[in-house]
């Protein structure tokens, strides 16, 4: 019986957010057309805390810009980004100056809630809402690593400020998020950690849609690789994080 509630909210899931309509009614989804510029990945590791990397599109991505970021990212959470380290990192291995990517790598409780789940958007959104034009991403790709939606989990958001889709992907699992920031401004973005509503039901899918996760995910993959031997230092956590 759990196995088929899982199921079944997982199917919910993906009625909602991604049910297939004529080309003629169905509003095109952020995922078709915008490109993200800044790629965030959220990984729980075994204590509890959540590994964040952070990887800008843009070969001349400011460092100092990116550092602010994480460091904003974290003090939305009322806390420090720990083990936080910055590198340029070769994604093919063939040492061109326009395949290095700047990442950003450190360590925060509290993105990622059990019991109900909560995915907590804001802080990330906000850590990129202000800035200079050379570092102010208008799209962002934040990937949920090994997280399965429950029925409330957000699937659309929308305001003034921001703009929210989701995609669930099977494998491998993860949750995947485009946000489209629509002003520079931080104050003002407040992104629902979970729907207060149940999702309305919906025809199931004609078919699955790819997204850009297979890029997103090689793309993290390739840039983490070097970071391996700082897992230590990235996942110390505050004691009483969760029950």
Known sequence: MPRRSAVACLLAFA?????????????????????????????????GAEIVEITPKAVSY???????QAERLAAEL?????GLQLQAVDIDGSGKPEMRFLRAS?????????NPLRLRLTPIARAFADGDAAAFPRVLSVLFQGEVPEERT???????????????????????YRIQIERPDPAAVSIPDRATDRP???????????????????????AG??????????????????A
């Open 15 to 47: 009625s909602v957010a991604f049910a297939q309509q004529p080309a003629q009614e169905r509003p095109k989804s952020l995922f078709e057309t915008t490109s993200s510029e800044v790629f965030v990945t959220v990984t729980e590791h075994a204590t």
């Open 78 to 82: 009322g806390q420090r980004p720990r």
């Open 62 to 68: 400011p460092r100092d810009a990116l550092q602010k």
């Open 106 to 114: 450190f360590a925060v409780d509290g993105l990622i809630e059990r």
């Open 154 to 176: 957000i699937r659309r958001y929308r305001s003034s400020s921001v703009r929210v889709e989701a995609l669930f992907h099977e494998d491998p699992r993860a949750i995947e």
């Open 200 to 222: 309305a039901s919906a025809p199931a899918p004609a078919g699955r849609r790819r997204s850009g996760l297979w890029l997103v995910v090689s793309f993290v993959v390739a």
């Open 225 to 242: 690789a070097a970071a391996g031997a700082l897992v230590y230092s990235l996942v110390l956590r505050k004691p009483g994080k969760r």
